[in-house]
């Protein structure tokens, strides 16, 4: 099976658990901590993944390093994913995690690439108009990018809108030495 689509089932279990005890938002927070860890600290993400040492040592060095600081749901889906031997796709859950908030939540994620940084009044009547017009809290993130020339580039799930002037410019060249 593929990381994401084991990713999404083992997030969709521990998003239903929480949901059903009111811990959503902690285990997202407990999740994000684990995952911060892991991805500054190398030896101990090695160390989870290692296939030398065993299950039981791994499991004890979770609970030694993350035991008061995370929630028993996180502490024992992190052991169920040990002795299934699919604690790499830690960070896969966390994203699918996150993305059945923002569904339960209505909220949309963008991302929003600029030629040149937007003033913060356009920046929000933007974010108000793209939640109007599809009925959903907009999450914009917006990145910068001086090739795009002017215009932007908007990202809504797999769905690109293209309406900088580099990409017109393109289209135009491409219609010129077609003629």
């Known amino acids: 099976m593929k990381e994401g689509v084991v990713a999404r089932r083992y997030a969709k279990a521990l998003f239903d658990l929480a949901d059903k005890h009111d811990l959503v938002e902690q285990i997202n927070k407990d999740w994000q901590i684990f995952i911060d860890t892991i991805q500054t600290n190398q030896q101990l ?3 989870l993944n290692s296939k030398v040492i065993s299950i039981d040592n791994r499991k004890a ?3 030694d390093v993350f035991g008061i600081d995370l929630h ?3 502490l ?3 052991y169920l994913l040990i002795d299934k031997d699919r604690i790499e796709i830690s960070e896969s859950i966390s994203y699918s995690y996150q993305q059945l ?3 339960k939540n209505n909220i949309v994620p963008i991302q929003l690439t600029t030629a040149k940084l937007l003033p913060s009044e356009q920046e929000e009547q933007l974010e108000q108009a793209i ?3 599809l009925n959903k809290t907009a999450l914009l993130d917006i990145a910068i990018n001086p090739a795009l020339i002017g215009g932007a580039v908007m990202k809504i799930g797999d769905t690109i809108y293209d309406g900088s002037i580099k990409s017109q410019l393109k289209v135009l060249k ?3 030495s077609s003629n």
Do not use: E, G
């Open 45 to 47: 993400s090695d160390a």
């Open 61 to 63: 060095l979770l609970k």
């Open 72 to 74: 028993t749901l996180i």
């Open 76 to 78: 024992n889906c992190l």
């Open 101 to 103: 908030i923002w569904q």
């Open 131 to 133: 939640s109007s017009s």
């Open 174 to 176: 491409q219609h010129l």
